[in-house]
């Protein structure tokens, strides 16, 4: 297994990047498949957009769950109490390597944000960012005692998604932490996650 040195930036409150303006990523493949149940169960847990689905998603909002596995991650989606649009697994999980999680339709809002959270430097200082987002959970028991350090796949796979996003929707523009949008309350991804090699893979290679 190979996993990467933590940011060089060490306060996740800190972490954002933006897309530049009128450049699309090419590398658009996306290796996904579609969580058990959660085709099924996805409307007890999103909501409808506010915006036009596609031209009104501005930004994608990483999280890390602050647990071991996916099975348990997902369980917020089960139980209705929060929700995302994909989750990318841990390193001694099957998935991993090999394809991330479909867990709600990109068309509605998943409920990842505060809807009183907002940022100046995020969508104008917009508040009910849900409805203007993207949220990927990627597994990480997120351990201040014993580091629970991030594996090279999984940083690549959410770049991957990132990409696959950016060619797809007009107007993205913001990548941030969700300690960014809501620092009184959240530190994730964590003060180990690499945001450094994360920008690099998503602007650095592939564009046009």
Avoid at 19 to 29: G, I, K
Avoid at 73 to 86: D, K, N, P, Q
Avoid at 89 to 98: I, K, L, M, R, Y
Avoid at 133 to 149: C, F, H, M, T, Y
Wanted: glycine share 4%.
């Amino acid at each position: 297994m190979c996993v990467l040195a933590p940011s060089q930036n060490r306060d996740p409150k800190s972490f954002q990047f933006d897309l530049p303006v009128n450049q699309r990523s090419v590398n658009a493949l996306l290796r996904e498949k579609w969580y058990p149940t959660a085709r099924r169960i996805a409307r007890t847990c999103t909501s409808a957009r506010r915006v036009d689905p596609l031209s009104g998603v501005v930004l994608i909002v990483v999280h890390a769950t602050a647990g071991s596995s996916t099975d348990g991650a997902f369980s917020v989606m089960r139980e209705g109490r929060a929700s995302y649009h994909w989750l990318v697994p841990d390193e001694d999980e099957a998935a991993h390597g090999c394809h991330v999680w479909a867990t709600a339709p990109e068309r509605r809002a998943a409920w990842h944000v505060r809807s009183r959270c907002h940022h100046r430097n995020v969508a104008h200082g917009a508040t009910h960012l849900n409805h203007r987002s993207l949220g990927i959970e990627i597994v990480n028991r997120q351990a201040r005692e014993k580091p629970d350090r991030f594996s090279m796949w999984q940083v690549r796979a959410t770049a991957n998604i990132i990409r696959y996003a950016w060619a797809k929707y007009p107007n993205l523009r913001h990548v941030v932490s969700h300690a960014r949008l809501d620092p009184m309350r959240r530190t994730d991804p964590g003060q180990h996650f690499p945001w450094e090699q994360l920008e690099e893979d998503v602007l650095k290679r592939h564009l046009k």
